[in-house]
């Protein structure tokens, strides 16, 4: 998404950083959808209980990281569409002052 640039400073890949956030997005989305589909306890006999206690912290965790995969990616977006306004105005400058 970002590489060094001839001459100093960072290259930005606007694309990578849009698909990146989409990407996280999405992902979140998907685990959210799946949370009603988790496997019961059931049919694990001695284990049962073991495996309602290991379903329910993974169910949790897959929680958080839908919620937090949300708030990645938007704050991707925000971050991307800065560097972004921040390279127009850039330009902008050196096509009206010169590069000097």
């Given at each position: 998404m970002?590489?060094?640039?001839?001459?100093?400073?960072?290259?930005?890949?606007?694309?990578?950083?849009?698909?990146?956030a989409?990407?996280?997005?999405?992902?979140?989305?998907?685990?959210?959808?799946?949370?009603?589909?988790?496997?019961?306890?059931?049919?694990a006999?001695?284990?049962?209980?073991?495996?309602?206690?290991?379903?329910?912290?993974?169910?949790?965790?897959?929680?958080?990281?839908?919620?937090?995969?949300?708030?990645?990616?938007?704050?991707?977006?925000?971050?991307?569409?800065?560097?972004?306004?921040?390279?127009?105005?850039?330009?902008?400058?050196?096509?009206?002052?010169?590069?000097?």
């Amino acid at each position: 998404m970002a590489t060094p640039a001839t001459g100093g400073g960072v290259a930005v890949d606007y694309g990578a950083m849009a698909r990146a956030a989409s990407v996280l997005d999405t992902a979140g989305a998907d685990l959210d959808a799946r949370g009603g589909c988790a496997p019961a306890a059931g049919g694990a006999g001695d284990a049962a209980a073991l495996v309602a206690v290991m379903l329910g912290a993974f169910a949790e965790s897959a929680s958080r990281v839908s919620a937090e995969s949300g708030v990645l990616a938007a704050a991707v977006q925000v971050f991307s569409s800065g560097l972004y306004l921040a390279d127009v105005e850039q330009a902008v400058a050196i096509l009206t002052n010169g590069a000097g």
